[in-house]
């Protein structure tokens, strides 16, 4: 891919056009550009996407689209993976890296960085689930899952908190109480909330507030 838009001129190292893709230049001494857009080079990449619903938290897939289907060309990164899972149909605030350690440190169960959801319900919430949830509830097979804060929205909307991720853990822990999600989405992760200005689909980089924010 990176070949094919050398070779038809959409790079340029300073005001000239490269269609050599073995060009070597200095990337701290010089400028690059994509489509006449700069190109910023750095050790590892960060970038929020506001998941849209039928794509997979995944980097490839034979059957079905991922996340990485839709992060544009001038933004991949070769061993770019989605920070935890989202599920197919759970939309909203999801982080792309290249970085381990950072991954790391937003998914380990011990790190304890809350992730809050939004959740609309086939049936009506009320504070008992609260008080449930707010001391560990106990899934059908018997996983105990840690406390989780749940600020009821609606009747049947609310928002959940959690710090762990276990699978379709957010589902299961309403329908120990017989409720059925019908949307989730999540909206913030620490105490970044998913940019209001980020359409469905869409992604761009994050800044290094920002990045201070998920872990706080």
Known sequence: MAKTQIHRGKVKIGDTVIRDPSH????????????????VFSEYIYIVMNKPKGLLSATEDKKQKTVLDIVPYEMKRKNMFPVGRLDKDTTGLLILT???????RLTAPSKTVGKTYRVVLDGEIDETLVDLFKGGITLADGTLCKPANLRIID??????TITEGKYHQIKRMFGTAGLGVVELKRTSIGRFILPNNLAEGECRYLTEKEKENLFR
């Open 24 to 39: 070597i230049f200095d990337a701290e001494a010089q400028e690059v550009f994509y489509k006449g857009e700069k190109v």
């Open 98 to 104: 290249d970085d381990g350690t950072f991954a790391h």
């Open 155 to 160: 009747k049947n909307i609310a928002d959940i």
